[in-house]
């Protein structure tokens, strides 16, 4: 399976439509991959608190319309990142989005863990209350953003619910990059799964992004990784690799304390 993370660098003078459309065209640039895979809140920039209001969208909004589109021009699996979502109640939720290789949405997933302790998203947010899988003809997607890099609960019930590739879609800050990346590593590892981390480039509401998106192993081996810039990294996975990881080394058997039966 081939997979690609689109590091976007998000632009404060470039208004959010460019963006769409720029996204877009990356996404087919990359028509030879299986699944792409965008970050976070790239639109409109995950620091960018003040924005979040007057950008928000419908589920169906203007980013979902575009990326569908792109997914099917492309013939991709298509992670395209979170967008600020709007309800019908007023609520806004850090939204993802999933659509298959013909542009059908597959899946959304809205944030559970939310950044900001008593400030920015987490107390302009809703938090999401569902873990979200979705699966491809060669391995089961589990869904994360950002934030909930941090919480090994999480993923552990992806795992359960049958994930085998970890996508983590973040504007992750460069003032705590390390911990990026050693969170990415440690959630393959514990899981026994790859781990997809793409973040965004640049620097919107005088946050630098870390970038160094990351792709890693089963066995926590970095296969690859990008540098601060806008950068798109192309990977070729084997996904029978977690299932032989699994059966080699059984440690997620050996389980006694978790959200679900042992596997």
Known sequence: MRASLIQIAVDPDESVEDRRARAAALVDAQSGSDLVVLPELWPVGAFAYTAFETEAEPLEGPTHQVMAKAAAEAGVWLHAGSFVERTDDGTLFNTSLVFSPEGERAAFYRKIHRFG???????????????????????????????????????????????????????????????????????????????????????????????????????????????ADEEILTVELDAEKVRTTREQFPALKGRRLGLASPL
Request: glycine share 10%.
């Open 117 to 227: 302790f008593d400030q920015g998203e987490a107390v302009m947010m809703g938090a999401g209350e569902e873990l979200v899988t979705v699966a491809l003809p060669d391995t089961t997607l589990g869904l994360a953003t950002c934030y909930d890099l941090r919480f090994p609960e999480q993923f552990r019930g992806l795992v359960d619910a049958g994930a085998e590739t970890l996508v983590v879609a973040a504007g992750w800050p460069e003032r705590r990059r390390s911990h990026w990346t050693l969170l990415a590593q440690a959630r393959a590892v514990e899981n026994q799964a790859y781990v997809l981390a793409v973040g965004t480039a640049g620097t919107h509401a005088d946050v630098p992004q870390a970038g160094h998106s990351i792709v890693v192993d089963p066995w926590g081996e970095v296969l690859a990784e990008a540098g």
